[in-house]
């Protein structure tokens, strides 16, 4: 009888004008994306902005393809959110909740403009990080002795769940502040915020990889934080969620493999800011955002640290990613988009449903599966298969760039795929 009546609430709230509104976002966000593609593809065309396999730069894509889809996933966020969301139809949208929208608007504004020369000129490292830093800035929006925009200085205690008791039992753990005051005790949280804000929008960037895999990976996890929005009554940012995944899946048919078109770091930057700002955006989410795109935070983690003990840059390019290893044992492009969709799936379902204590065995589980792929990719390259390598030294001009779909290599693989790119 329990079950039942669960069902029948969850049926109810489905018929409701709030989950109509969240339908309306993201269907129109999918179409809006998935048609301004094509004036993206002819507007690149005819201005030259291709990505051009050629001798000294060589692609697994043998045509020239365009690689500014970013732009066209920003637009169709930028035009729904403003019909949908900004003009406040659905009545759920609170004054406060409006400041955010618009800071992070302009943050993605910022971050578009900048990797979109970056796509088409090509910019050093420090420029692109300033730029983010510029951007985090703008989203925590401080002015008038408050941050009045997206603040992340506290988690969910797993372990205790009321308040008014010592802070370490507290059900919010906080970093020495319990407000958006600026004083100099908030600076620890900036500092998270920056790196939870930069870390996601360069993860993002660094599993652009192979056609499809970041488009649906985020459109995945765009999906689950629309769903924990909803069902933690945060109507109104349930509607922003559901624009934004819509407008990354309506990617998506282009940039399925062999790819149309490339999303460019003028997308996964914006993609991982979005992401990034909508996980803590109405807190209780993180957690969730973390078990997702475990596997891919984890890869970035092990990968940097490897080249730090190597004597290498952080950002220094190799084939060490995870999809690379993936790749070299033999998927195609569309078995590895299947194993991280998988993943991303499965994880996105069992953090809807594990409670805050048990939230920590996912993310251990997390780890495991990780562990569990390095032994299967260490276990195929013994019987076969073939390490990734890097064709040659990257150019002077390339050094520092990591994340890029079209760096100068060819990877170890038996069959390599007929396009794509790396």
């Known amino acids: 009888m329990a079950l039942l009546q669960i069902i029948y609430s969850l049926f109810l709230s489905l018929l409701s004008k709030r989950f109509l ?23 690149c065309r005819r201005a030259g902005w291709l990505d051009r396999p050629t001798v000294e730069r060589r692609r697994l894509h043998k045509k020239a393809v365009p690689r500014l889809g970013g732009v066209a996933m920003f637009l169709s966020f930028v035009l729904v959110s403003l019909a949908v969301y900004a003009t406040n139809f659905s009545q759920e949208v609170k004054g406060d909740e409006l400041v955010r929208y618009w800071l992070l608007l302009a943050a993605c504004i910022l971050i578009v403009i900048v990797h979109t ?27 008038a002795g408050q941050f009045h925009g997206t603040f992340f200085f506290g988690f969910s205690n797993p372990f205790f769940h009321r308040d008014n008791l010592p802070w370490f039992q507290e059900s919010i753990l906080t970093l020495f502040i319990h407000d958006t005051a600026i004083t100099w005790l908030a600076v620890p ?26 488009t649906g990976i985020v459109g995945l996890t765009g999906l689950f934080i629309t769903i924990i929005s909803w069902t933690l009554h945060q109507y109104s940012l349930a509607i922003l969620s559901a624009i934004f995944t819509g407008a990354v899946l309506g990617f998506l ?13 003028s997308g996964s930057q914006f993609l991982g800011l ?5 996980s803590i955006i109405g807190g209780a989410k993180a957690a969730l955002a973390l078990m997702v795109l475990g596997i891919p935070i984890l890869d970035v983690a092990v990968v940097m640290i490897g080249r730090i003990r190597r004597g290498q840059s952080p950002v220094h390019f190799d084939l060490n990613h995870i999809h690379h290893r993936l790749l070299a044992t033999g998927l195609t492009v569309q078995q590895l988009c299947y194993v991280f969709y998988g993943f991303t799936f499965l994880f996105g379902v069992l953090a809807l449903f594990l409670s805050r204590i048990y939230k920590l065995l996912g993310l251990g589980l997390v780890g495991m599966t990780m562990i569990a792929l390095f032994i ?7 019987h076969g298969a073939l390490p990734a390598v890097l064709d040659k030294p990257l150019p002077k001009s390339l050094e520092g760039q990591d994340g890029n779909a079209d760096m100068d290599v060819t990877v170890g693989i038996p069959h390599p795929p007929s396009a794509g790119h790396l």
């Open 189 to 214: 949280a900036i500092l998270l915020t920056w790196f939870w804000i930069v870390g996601m929008m360069n993860t993002v960037n660094l599993i652009d990889g192979s056609d499809g895999l970041a």
């Open 117 to 143: 020369y970056d796509d088409i000129k090509g910019l050093k490292p420090l420029p692109k990080l300033l730029a983010q830093t510029v951007a985090v800035v703008i989203v925590l929006g401080p002015f």
């Open 21 to 43: 509104f969240v339908l309306i976002g993201g269907v129109v966000a999918f179409l809006v994306t998935y048609l301004l593609t094509f004036a993206v593809i002819g507007w």
């Open 376 to 382: 299967w990719i260490d276990y195929r390259q013994r």
């Open 274 to 278: 979005g992401l990034a700002v909508l």
């Open 253 to 265: 048919p282009h940039n399925w493999h062999p790819a149309k078109i490339f999303m460019g770091d």
